[in-house]
């Protein structure tokens, strides 16, 4: 387990609490199919999950971003859905054509395996060891989770969708069902979040990415709400842990959901205006974001002027530089340096 002193030092860790001098930098989806070295070792394994579950892979692949660009954080090589796995869902990822489920019926809820998961989750506390061992005191090792609601999404649907239909139409039908569910997905996901910060992660975060397809009730009752529950349960064991939540798309029910949520600081996608989440979010957490990963694509000009914009705006409270969503496999890395190199040294004026 991680010394509770040595993740104090950590600079997006103090930068979330306020006591760090410099905006530190990470990217989501950093260790990815933009980087040579990345689909060197992706090569070598024959499925997607497989890399996920080979620790010494798993650790190599989360530091690979760390060495090239010296982010100020890794974050563990996995992905959301190793949760219903864990589960007893087969899960598979299809090359070009994303995650495949085998959809999950309404009388399948009740029979979902919540007491037997920590042999899945066993690799990669291992990478977290191994990734920990490897990494300089000085950075911070992110651990995660998707949110029950995103989760739930993939597991009735079966795949991605545009809209989330099959969930919304499912949790409409029954509520109390849905409900059910998620309390199974709120109890895996919080002890896999406990076990992430034994193996050593100094930060987690809780990926919500389909939250824009929520009214405003359904908001609360499926993000919020599922999201504050997991928090109590990790902070019961950890009571200083530090979490992030990023609600993609939650739009006008930001605020509800950093009053709400229990969060330290939130993630925000690229459409949060700049002035909102200055004037209405900041005053209760940190923030973290929110390039548009295609600017980011773009490189030049357009990059430089839109970093010099979310840190003329952001960059003097708790922040944590990032992107509004994952890195895009077509980024040139020559645009990532630029983007780090900018956001080290900016200077305060705008170009």
Not at 35 to 64: D, H, N
Not at 80 to 109: C, H, S, T, Y
Not at 263 to 275: C, H, I, K, M, Q
Not at 296 to 305: E, I, K, M, N, S
């Amino acid at each position: 387990m991680l010394d509770t002193s040595e993740s104090k030092t950590t600079s997006v860790v103090r930068a979330i609490s306020g006591s760090v001098e410099t905006t530190p930098i990470w990217l989501m989806r950093q260790a990815g199919r933009y980087l040579p070295e990345y689909r060197k070792i992706r090569e070598r394994t024959g499925s997607f999950l497989e890399l996920c579950y080979t620790p010494e892979l798993a650790a190599e692949v989360t530091l690979q971003p760390i060495r090239r660009f010296d982010f100020d954080a890794a974050i563990i090589f996995s992905d959301i859905l190793v949760v219903p796995n864990a589960m007893g869902r087969d899960v598979q990822f299809v090359e070009g054509d994303g995650p495949k489920l085998e959809p999950l019926e309404l009388g399948e809820f009740d029979s979902l395996d919540v007491n037997s998961t920590a042999s899945t989750f066993e690799p990669v506390f291992k990478a977290i060891e191994l990734a920990r061992r490897d990494l300089a005191p000085q950075k911070s090792l992110i651990g995660f989770c998707g949110a029950p609601w995103t989760v739930a999404t993939y597991m009735i649907a079966g795949h991605g969708t545009k809209d989330q239909a099959p969930a919304r139409l499912m949790a409409a039908r029954y509520p109390d069902a849905f409900d059910r569910l998620l309390d199974r997905l709120v109890a895996v996901s919080a002890d896999y979040l406990i076990g992430q910060l034994k193996a050593g992660v100094n930060v987690v975060q809780v990926f919500d990415s389909w939250v824009g397809a929520l009214d405003e009730l359904g908001f609360q009752r499926w993000c919020i709400d599922p999201t504050a529950e997991i928090v109590a349960r990790v902070r019961h064991q950890f009571p200083d842990a530090v979490i992030i939540g990023f609600p993609k798309g939650a739009g006008l029910m930001l605020e509800r959901y950093v009053v709400g949520a229990g969060v330290n600081a939130v993630g925000l996608d690229w459409t949060v205006p700049l002035s909102f989440a200055r004037d209405r979010l900041h005053q209760h957490v940190a923030l973290q974001g929110n390039l548009d990963p295609l600017i980011l694509q773009v490189g030049g000009l357009a990059l430089d002027r839109a970093v010099d914009r979310i840190m003329a705006a952001l960059g003097d409270g708790r922040f944590v530089f990032n992107l509004g969503h994952g890195i895009v496999p077509q980024t040139p890395i020559a645009h990532v340096q630029q983007l780090v190199d900018r956001v080290r040294g900016w200077s305060g004026a705008l170009t």
